[in-house]
């Protein structure tokens, strides 16, 4: 049944001679698999129809998803040193296939952008920056050819708003590559490929609803509308594993840390899904956000398996967070060598770990419990641990800077805007000179209060004084976040 109703889509490569992209019941079946991180018997479907049609460049389009998932989720640098040599090969042959058939280039793109995102993880940018050129104008190549072929929107549409948010710190891509984008029209493409009912649209729905709910939770700042999504569609956040990584992942990163440890905990297990401790790291996080004992446990466990350097720091810097609030500062302070010593600074989280190892200051106790119960979901419970505090209190600047800052967290948490705004002000004006990133995050949560307001104007200047502000921590994801909100705000 797959096998027809793939032939009724449109691909009747078997007629052209030589290579060819033909979706079988094997290629279905283990794009379907790959797509719920069942890395196993996908690897052992597409091996299988390799066997018994060489000529066929579906499962070498579909090898770059298994060998992308392993790099992107577990970065073990061996397995790195052997998969990369097989990216090229597979750039070889995909160009190798029909002028005619939209799989050609469509399947390089892909290609390209796994390339992209792995060499990011192994911190080799300037790789990255030409492999989502290529990956950019393939696909925009491809959409010019074959305007009807609903995958192309599926990767235009985020490679368009991505483009469109490009921060000062990879602004090389824009000026050098000649890449450019727009928030609105990338926006476009991806809702007609969701909207889309042809049968390649269909066929590549898990990915694009994967696409679609990072899009609009970051992008477009509709994080609550994107988890709504997930719960409505009925999104198999149990039997699908890359479904439940983007929930468990998006609840984490919008105070919803109870919701992430249910997630985890209520997947299914087996030998089929792809082995990765990012499970770990994920339970981690959403324990400490709880102040819960048990936080060590999945954090030791994620260390001690993880073979990669991206969030290495940060994992470190939290574990020792966590012996901190235990009250073993010995473990604390080894934590903060590992800090030091472990991992890249790649991200912005990593290099504020850096940093803050460096500085070799203990954060204040307080400050640190009201930041983890904030970013746990659990705001009330913050709130009553500033109660009767003031700035006075604090005798550091910069916890003077960081208790304003996080009283006006507290205060949008619980939907206390005017009052979030004022403190927020407090926090641009005290960290106006500072190189911590409290005064421009302050900036863009009141550029985000007035745009969710329907205030656009407003929007638009906190959204540039949030870029005004330089030399800070979370400088280049910040800016992101705000050109984003001026792309918004502009349509």
């Given at each position: ?81 052997q ?6 090969q ?82 090389w ?38 696409y ?84 060590g ?35 604390y ?7 030091l ?33 904030t ?53 641009m ?9 409290y ?53």
């Amino acid at each position: 049944m797959l096998l027809f109703l793939c032939l009724c889509w449109g691909i009747s490569a078997a007629a052209q001679p030589g290579t060819h992209f033909r979706f079988t019941d094997r290629c279905t079946q283990a794009y379907q698999q790959l797509t719920a991180l069942k890395t196993v018997p996908a690897t052992r479907l597409l091996a299988a129809e390799k066997a018994a049609d060489p000529a066929n460049l579906a499962p070498i389009l579909l090898e770059s998803y298994a060998d992308f998932f392993q790099l992107f989720f577990n970065e073990d640098p061996a397995y790195y040193q052997q998969a990369w040599p097989r990216y090229e090969q597979r750039l070889a042959q995909l160009a190798k296939g029909p002028d005619t058939d939209p799989f050609t280039r469509f399947a390089q793109a892909v290609v390209h952008l796994h390339m992209a995102a792995i060499s990011i993880k192994f911190d080799k940018r300037w790789a990255a920056g030409w492999h989502f050129r290529d990956a950019f104008k393939l696909v925009k190549a491809n959409g010019q050819r074959f305007p009807q072929f609903s995958p192309n929107l599926m990767l235009l549409g985020p490679l368009q708003m991505a483009a469109a948010t490009i921060p000062k710190g990879m602004r090389w891509l824009s000026g050098i590559m000649g890449i450019s984008g727009s928030m609105a029209e990338g926006k476009a493409l991806m809702d007609r490929f969701m909207a889309a009912p042809d049968g390649w649209a269909r066929f590549f729905r898990n990915e694009g609803i994967f696409y679609q709910c990072y899009l609009q939770a970051y992008l477009l700042n509709e994080p609550l509308p994107a988890l709504q999504f997930i719960q409505q569609q009925q999104l198999d956040v149990k039997g699908n594993h890359l479904f439940a990584f983007m929930a468990a992942n998006l609840h984490l990163n919008n105070q919803r840390s109870l919701q992430t440890q249910q997630i985890v905990q209520n997947r299914i297990l087996g030998p089929d899904y792809l082995a990765t401790p990012v499970w770990d790291f994920e339970m981690a996080y959403a324990r400490l956000y709880q102040l819960q004992p048990d936080a060590g446990t999945y954090f030791h466990r994620f260390l001690s398996q993880f073979r990669g350097k991206v969030y290495l720091k940060d994992a470190w810097l939290k574990l020792g967070y966590h012996y901190l609030l235990q009250g073993n500062k010995a473990k604390y302070r080894y934590c903060m060598q590992q800090v030091l010593t472990r991992g890249s600074t790649v991200t912005e989280a990593d290099k504020r770990a850096q940093k803050e190892a460096k500085l070799g200051r203990e954060p204040n106790l307080l400050l640190l419990k009201t930041r983890l119960l904030t970013d746990g979901g659990y705001a009330r419970e913050a709130l009553n641990l500033l109660e009767g505090k003031n700035t006075n209190d604090f005798a550091e600047g910069t916890d003077r800077l960081e208790f304003t800052y996080r009283l006006g967290r507290i205060y949008e948490e619980l939907q206390q805007t005017e009052r979030a705004l004022r403190v927020y002000e407090n926090a641009m004006r005290l960290g106006a000179n500072s190189t911590e990133y409290y005064a421009a995050r302050a900036a863009l949560q009141c550029g985000l209060m007035m745009e969710k307001a329907g205030k656009c104007e407003e929007a638009q200047a906190y959204f540039q004084r949030c870029i005004d502000f330089e030399d800070h921590d979370f400088e280049d994801a910040l800016e992101q976040k705000a050109k984003a909100g001026q792309q918004r705000c502009s349509r």
